[in-house]
DNA sequence: CCGACTAAGTTCAAGCATTGAACGAATGAG
DNA sequence: CTCATTCGTTCAATGCTTGAACTTAGTCGG
């Protein structure tokens, strides 16, 4: 560590926070220098190189009030950009986004991948990830994937078997030459809720249910991913003990009870849309499997909320879909049995994100990286 | 923030990883900039103010092999100090200890508080501070209670009524002269495991049952405390949804099947030492009581782990006396229903500390902070 | 006993990011 | 046209770490 190190880490840590600030929204020197404290003489030495390299752009002039206009900086619309891409049972998708989290390209296509081989996987995604790259100079790429996640290697992936154990990150690397970054997408979906914006706070956990059910856990602004990939795993929560068996060997299990496979079976459904079409007609089957659904997941998150003590609790996925059926028995169930319900109640929202939010939150991922570490932009 | 903050906040950076590298151990100047990765001209300069306000000795000499020999520095053996203070259902505790973590002094005495007002609680700890500090100068003082506290307010603590929404901290302050940090006994028996010694690694789960059980999470080496210091409430993970009616509301809660007052009821027992020898003995009412209990807290670890993935559980308080018996049912409950277990066991150990873990961590509390902001030593 | 050797600790000029103040630039108000 | 106002730039000053040179205090071999 040379001194030289030392005040460059000051200075790395600025041009964190003044990226930081644009992310929020653009603005002149001057007004994110009285937004970030340091002075308009560092933004203006700050933003220099950030200009030369094509990450800013200087607008012509905003014609203010009294005094010299000032040139708002935002990020430069010919400038690098992230992709996110997803690979899951029974679709494929992908999105590129801006530093600024603008999405640019998206696409989402119907694929089952039980039973399709990794290089299959690598190949379709690989393809979808050349239509959507334009020109613009590329940051790298997240992946995400439905099953727990270390060191760039899937380690459980109960539905897409073909893939346990491969490096999906370096292989995606080689195929595509990114830089790319591998995730759950309990994890992403849960990221794409706090970042680029702050959608549920700095504490939260977003649930979303499919086969399985997973939890993003949001800790401090940050996805909180356990020491080896497998926090956050909700679905895995025991509320009987001597409950119904689970394929994870444990009886009880959370998702035996409130999976999406549970309720659509109990409801005498096949598929999501015609279950949620069943409710809104007052199907009362649908319904009450919807409702048992709900409450068991309820008894799941008053337990996670017991352990993490979080404000909010985000529903996602078909859990949005299913939002309006299930919100009053998971809140009941989960009121009556958290602790800190005394003080104040659970905070339990729809995601506003769609079924891009797991593509968003891989984008973000790279996104995300090069703002924290800025000097990735100037390479 | 002035450009002198800028370089102070370096100092006092590296002032606190000099002192870190002294908590791990005594060491010369050479020594520490090897360990540190400063360099021995920045150890002079960083220790030279330490040793002039008596927070640092020059031991005489290290008659080592050649070369000019060391003079290792290490703590003032008159240099500050740190106290730990207990306030709990039955008794009260004490210590003392210096910035290397030694114990200097220490009190337990035995005392029923459950129908005590604040004031005479305060009265008793107050009068036992003084019985064990001396002349060293104070850093202040951490204050240990079972039960929920945030911002220096007690916010939940079933066993001492009389002290919910007392601002302890304040209080005790106002009485002692002393910076008093509150916080909960599990969030401070975790952190004598991990504070000024790593005795668990950085991640892991301190568990402890009393009337209540607590659990202490510690993420990266830090403790976890939730947004509102409701974090690690596993006494009220549910293992059973529809099973015994808790004194929170809820039902099936883990505290219902594996708290302290559950095990010596069901071995007919009175206390835990008749216990601890009913079971040496063989008593299979004992066996069975222990057993059972071992079983629903493996069901909650189980959930536990599956949420936080942590590789390590420590068992302290009461369940490290009953250790030998309560081991194998929970390590193979835990086993069969944690996630990650395919891949590693969790390692499940009894605390190597005895019934002065909760103090030590309190004043560790303390020691940590004088660290962490070395500015304090300077006051 | 002396000189070579080794390692610990100190001294000092150099380097560098931020700062605050002074300055130049660009516009609106009167 | 002049003044007020705000934006952005320039520049000397600050203060911390650094590496190299230097001093100090021992061991070792003859």
Redesign the interface.
């Known amino acids: 560590?040379t001194t030289v190190d030392?005040l460059r880490q000051?200075r790395l840590g600025n041009l964190r926070t003044v990226l930081l600030a644009l992310v929020d929204r653009p603005g002149s020197r001057a007004d994110l220098a009285a937004r970030t404290?340091?002075t308009k003489a560092t933004l203006s030495n700050l933003t220099e190189p950030l200009l030369a390299n094509g990450i800013l752009v200087e607008e012509p002039a905003t014609l203010a009030g009294m005094g010299r206009p000032s040139k708002p900086l935002r990020f430069h619309p010919g400038g690098p950009v992230a992709v996110g891409a997803e690979i899951n049972v029974s679709h494929l998708a992908v999105e590129t986004i801006g530093l600024d989290g603008e999405t640019l390209e998206r696409r989402l296509v119907p694929a089952d991948m039980r039973k399709a081989t990794a290089d299959e996987v690598l190949g379709r995604i690989t393809e979808l990830i050349r239509e959507v790259t334009g020109p613009r100079p590329l940051l790298g790429a997240g992946l995400a994937i439905p099953g727990?996640v270390h060191d760039g290697v899937v380690?459980?992936t109960p539905n897409l078997p073909n893939l346990v154990g491969v490096r999906l990150a370096e292989a995606l690397s080689r195929r595509t030459g990114l830089d790319v970054l591998l995730d759950n997408e309990a994890n992403l979906a849960a990221l794409a809720h706090l970042w680029p914006r702050h959608l549920a706070g700095e504490?939260f956990v977003h649930v979303t249910a499919d086969v399985g059910i997973g939890?993003g856990?949001v800790?401090n602004g940050e996805v909180?991913?356990?020491?080896?990939?497998?926090?956050?795993?909700?679905g895995?929560?025991?509320?009987?003990?001597?409950g119904v068996l689970c394929t994870?060997?444990?009886?009880g299990c959370v998702e035996r009870y409130a999976g999406l496979d549970v309720i659509l079976r109990e409801a005498g459904r096949r598929r999501l849309d015609s279950l949620r079409k069943a409710l809104d007609a007052g199907d009362p089957k649908a319904l009450e499997a919807v409702r048992n659904a709900g409450e068991?997941l309820g008894?799941g998150l008053?337990?996670?909320m017991?352990?993490?003590?979080?404000?909010t609790v985000v529903l996602g996925g078909s859990y949005a879909v299913l939002y309006d059926h299930l919100r009053e028995a998971v809140q009941s169930e989960m009121d009556?049995?958290v602790?800190?319900g005394?003080?104040?109640h659970t905070r339990l929202i729809a995601s506003p994100l769609g079924e891009f939010a797991v593509v968003r939150g891989a984008a973000g991922l790279v996104t995300r990286r090069a703002v924290q570490q800025p000097e990735r932009l100037f390479a």
């Open positions: 560590m030392h000051v404290g340091l727990v380690i459980r504490d939890a856990v800790l909180y991913r356990g020491v080896s990939g497998f926090a956050g795993e909700l895995h929560v025991v509320i009987e003990r001597n994870c060997g444990s009886r068991a008894v008053g337990t996670l017991n352990l993490f003590d979080v404000p009556s049995r602790l800190a005394g003080e104040r």
